[in-house]
């Protein structure tokens, strides 16, 4: 290969712009062209590209989100806006492309796949639902960012005696309200994959209430549970004055941690090797320290297990 593309689509993340860096430094050492897409696969359909030498990724690599745009793009997902990306693809010579992205942007890199081409995907996603990598990118600065608002919060709480309910992202999956509940010594946390019983988490903080522990901190994940309801019951239930914090979009910037960047780097160096070695239509990860790479087609169908551990000692440390 003489001439390999790079885009980030999806929901963007801290890490990206240290996966970007890499791989393109990576090709460059091996002498071969880089070229960036804009805005994820709208991009890559309409040929907004730009070469990318050394310079241009000079001071990304302590930015959050990305440099190159991400974008969502529903032509993508039919095979008219799919072959329309293939061509450009040819028309620009490109040999090769890194997809950097969460699970929606994994099933378009395997599409492409499915067309002939060869893609290597980089899972980027602050949820941690993708399955064959311990971590995705994003998902450590996205804790550290939770961590430092509810510990801010447990400042608040306790003074003014108040039980507060506090959302995190996670549509589907409770990776980051069960570790970051863990990590910030909240009382709660409430997951989509396992069903609540409100009147449990009620009962569970009355008793704390009546042992004189007048504040609380519940996290719930986005795809879980209201948090404004879950915070009126608690009201009603027990007296406990409640407030509703949602930290939203907050989660998804800010400076890459050290474990992100190092984590971006290793996934962009070793997604140009693998594409370099004539591997395709696979993902890199991580496994117990180890970088793997496995198939898209097997990605893209295997649900990420949130660790059953994980869960209990949430409950268990919260009590
Ligand atoms: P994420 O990658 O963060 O999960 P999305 O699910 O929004 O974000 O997917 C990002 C983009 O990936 C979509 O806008 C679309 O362009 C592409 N995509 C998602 N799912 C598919 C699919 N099944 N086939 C082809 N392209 C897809
Ligand atoms: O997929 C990552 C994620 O941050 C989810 O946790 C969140 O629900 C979603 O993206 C938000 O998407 P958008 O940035 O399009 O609002």
């Known amino acids: 290969m003489k001439k390999i593309g790079i885009l980030t689509s999806g929901g963007d993340c801290s890490g ?16 071969v062209e880089m070229v960036g897409f804009r805005k994820g696969f709208l991009g890559l359909i309409k040929g907004d590209s730009l070469v990318m030498d050394t310079r ?15 974008a969502r793009c529903d032509e993508f997902k039919v095979a008219d806006g799919q072959q329309k990306a293939l061509a450009k693809l040819k028309e620009l ?17 395997l599409a492409l796949d499915r067309l002939g081409f060869p893609v290597i995907g980089i899972p980027a996603s602050i949820d941690n639902d993708i399955a064959f990598t311990d971590m995705a990118l994003g998902v450590d600065t996205a804790l550290n960012n939770i961590i430092y608002a509810v510990d801010c919060i447990k400042d608040t709480a306790s003074s003014h005696a108040r039980a507060f309910v506090i959302e995190v992202m996670g549509r589907n999956s409770g990776y980051l309200a069960s570790v970051s509940a863990i990590a910030s ?3 709660y946390a409430i997951v989509p994959e396992i069903e609540y019983d409100l009147t449990d988490v009620c009962s569970q903080l009355r008793r704390r209430f009546e042992e004189g522990r007048d504040n609380a901190i519940i996290i719930v994940a986005e795809g879980a549970g209201h948090a404004q309801a879950i915070a009126d019951s608690i009201k009603d239930a027990i007296g406990f004055e409640t407030r509703v914090t949602v930290l939203g979009h907050y989660q998804r910037g800010g400076a890459p941690s050290v474990f992100d960047r190092l984590l971006g780097s290793r996934f962009g160096k070793r997604a140009v090797e693998l594409l370099l070695e004539g591997e ?12 793997v790479a496995t198939p898209l087609a097997e990605v893209t169908v295997t649900p990420k297990r949130l660790d059953d551990d994980m869960l209990r000692m949430a409950e268990m440390l919260g009590i």
């Open 93 to 109: 010579g490109v040999e090769g492309l890194v997809v950097i992205g969460g699970d929606g942007s994994l099933n378009g890199a």
């Open 280 to 291: 395709k239509g696979k993902m890199v990860g991580l496994s117990c320290h180890a970088l």
């Open 16 to 31: 990206m712009n240290s996966a970007i860096r890499s791989a393109v430094r990576t090709a460059l050492t091996m002498k």
């Open 56 to 70: 241009a990724v000079s001071g990304i690599l302590q930015r959050g989100g990305t440099f190159l745009q991400s």
């Open 185 to 187: 010594g909240a009382e």
